[in-house]
């Protein structure tokens, strides 16, 4: 296909053309369709976080392009992992690209079930696994085929690829969902009794572009000065009823013992504190209420509650979060890793090239690594992952993505919550160093 041609297709068809119809074309040549094959994930990551990635390249003064595929298989060798790229074609196939450290891009396609959307299949599997809020104990009651739904979701995302993925279960994976799979809980999938994180080290990221993005994020804050910002149980905005959160309390007490500092704690909380501590911290932990809401009002959903002060009103939201620190006239924050322990906070407005929320506001303002969660954490459960967490990352010195699959492993093996309903919900997007 011409590449003046390229603006008369949708993403869809256009992707169907290259895999499909060429592929079909020259059948016979092991070297035209790995060009194909290899081609067509450039063609994918078209779209993809455009206007994150777009913006963070002009904060850098750099003109916005698409990556060749050169440059794709370089950002798979700098990460020191083994890319997963998914694109949902017309809601009847699926695309996968597997892109590894070394080596050449392979390629898969599955036919996606005709019973059940893959939509609606994403949407039982996270009910089915229960949600209950931060705070609240009482857990959406879960119905006896939730594995099954998992299983079912490992089939078609994870089987395809298997022989494709690094048996060292060390390694890194990096998954760039699409659509509706960036509520999958990569973690939880299971292939018969085995859940994946048990096999694999996973992380998450909005696109391949973004992670080379997120890699200069890394080498500009890596020697810079900092303290940490740790934040448990403010006391909470009287808007939206929110109850106070003692395991959030606990959890801030114990790690900024771990890192060496103050905690902030109920009054002390406060959002003008916070906002004006955040460009000098290095570590940010955040252990509160997260609310899918667009509180601002105008179309950027997410936010952090925090005690209310004067003018404010008590929730960090996207939008403030981008104005402040994402802007191209704005200085970014220097902390090499937000947690943003807190239910929903890894979720948002779901579009074409991504999650418009709190996790792409935090890369916009220059966050190499995040910790968000996809659902409703309980209170008790996140206190324990969270202490296991910082445990692995600083006395164990495992890097941020072994640090928390080890933390998940420890709950699911020998601690109390061995649910992943309790331990599945963080992922780590962009920098596992």
């Known amino acids: ?16 053309y290259e895999v499909q119809h060429q592929s079909s074309s020259f059948t016979d040549s092991g070297l035209i369709l790995y060009s194909i094959r290899a081609q067509s994930a450039v063609i994918s990551e078209r779209g993809r976080a455009k206007a994150l990635v777009d913006l963070l390249l002009s904060k850098q003064s750099l003109t916005p392009q698409h990556p060749n595929l050169q440059e794709i298989k370089t950002i798979a060798q700098e990460q020191n992992a083994t890319l997963v790229e998914y694109s949902v074609i017309n ?40 949600i209950r809020g931060r705070g609240n104990n009482n857990a959406t009651p879960q119905t006896h085929d939730a594995t099954n739904h998992l299983q079912q979701l490992h089939q078609l995302l994870i089987a395809p690829i298997a022989d494709l993925l690094p048996e060292n279960e060390e390694e890194r994976i990096i998954f760039i969902p699409h659509r509706e799979l960036f509520l999958v809980p990569f973690a939880a999938l299971q292939d018969q009794n085995t859940y994946l994180i048990e096999k694999h080290t996973i992380l998450t990221a909005p696109s391949i572009q973004s992670l080379s993005l997120t890699r200069k994020h890394r080498q500009r804050v890596k020697n810079l000065p900092g303290e940490a910002l740790v934040v448990g149980n403010p006391t909470m905005p009287k808007f939206k ?10 959890e801030a007490k114990k790690i900024a013992q771990m890192l060496d500092t103050e905690p902030l704690l ?25 609310l899918l809401d667009d509180i601002s009002g105008v179309g950027s959903p997410g936010a952090i509650a925090l005690a209310p002060s004067g003018k404010d009103d008590g929730f960090l939201n996207s939008r403030e979060i ?50 968000v969660s996809l659902w409703k954490v309980p209170d008790h459960a996140t206190q324990e992952l969270m202490v296991e967490f910082y445990t692995n990352l600083y006395e164990r010195k495992l890097d941020k993505a072994q640090a928390l699959r080890q933390a998940m492993l420890t709950m699911l093996e020998g601690g109390e919550n061995p649910d992943p309903l309790d331990w599945a919900a963080f992922t780590v997007i962009g920098e596992a160093e």
């Open 91 to 130: 809601n009847s196939e699926l695309y996968i690209w597997v892109i590894p450290p070394h080596g050449e891009i392979q390629f898969r396609t599955v036919n996606l079930p005709q019973d059940i959307s893959l939509q609606q299949l994403v949407k039982v599997s996270r009910e089915q696994i229960g």
């Open 1 to 16: 296909m011409p590449e003046t041609n390229l603006k008369n297709h949708s993403y869809s068809a256009l992707l169907c």
């Open 266 to 290: 109920g009054a002390e909380a406060t959002e003008k504190t916070i906002v004006e501590k955040l460009p000098k911290a290095k570590i940010i932990h955040l252990a509160t209420h997260g």
């Open 322 to 371: 981008m104005e402040k620190f994402g802007l191209t006239n704005t200085t970014p924050l220097q902390a090499e890793l937000v947690v943003l322990s807190a239910c929903d906070t890894g979720r948002g407005d779901i579009k074409g090239e991504g999650v418009v929320g709190l996790s792409r506001s935090l890369i916009a303002a220059g966050v190499p690594s995040l910790v």
């Open 241 to 250: 009823n929110l109850s106070p959160l003692p395991g959030a309390e606990t």
